[in-house]
């Protein structure tokens, strides 16, 4: 064999990463066969050398950290700001291999419905910003029969993701293993504040003339919140919150 091309495609301070082209001796044809082919893969050859030297410099490929990772029963992935996959654990690949509410398209981690693929990007590319970055959640349906999944989307800072650009944090869990925050609540049905504050003092186990009591409010109040929560997240298209 015989190297006719190299590129560098990273170079940092520990990592240096290239790309060769090689031809066996004896072969006569021309290499590269399509150079303009070629020339289309630098660039995301490029994006994919400086991800994988970010990722051994913060340890995310060491085996103590990847136990870490696995061992979590959440769905945990990590994503550039225009959710490109970097990072997943175990539970996060099993759920992805599904295909049932969140799959990856051309690199990207998208939902099953189009609206929900374009919200989801919305809150990676938030939590990414390099300027004022930004933490929300919302529902990704499932198939018929499974209640949806509740995604999560946390930003991680350029000094722990890589050496010059912020990433995403995108945990998933089911909505029957999640017990939402009045913040979480809001974003996900469009609760009202109020409307947030009794369904989780309901999750809790609290009875309406309790939670009237500890607010100063009539139980009449609680019971028209109660039925607007409900409409609220039928209408949205979600499970209800109180069966």
Sequence with gaps: MRELL?????????????????????????????????????????????????????????AIAR?????????????????????????????????????????????????????LARLIADAASASAPSAGCMLVARDAGHLPYVVQVAPIGAEVATSDRPMAMVLITGLDENCASERELTQLYGLSPAESRLAVALARGKKLANIASEIGVQITTLRTQLSATSENSTSSGNPTLFA
């Design 6 to 62: 190299g590129a560098k495609l990273f170079d940092s301070s520990s990592h240096t990463m290239f790309f060769s082209v090689h031809q066996a001796i004896g072969d006569g044809q021309s290499i590269p066969r399509n150079p303009a082919r070629l020339d289309l893969l630098i660039e995301p050859l490029c994006s994919a050398a400086r991800l994988h030297a970010g990722l051994l410099e913060v340890g995310y490929r060491s």
């Design 67 to 119: 136990w870490g990772l696995d061992r979590l029963a959440a769905a945990l992935i990590f994503t550039e700001s225009d959710g490109q996959v970097a990072q997943t654990n175990d539970a996060a690949e099993r759920a992805l291999r599904l295909g049932d509410g969140l799959t990856i398209q051309n690199g990207q981690l998208c939902a099953r419905r189009s609206f929900e693929t374009a919200k």
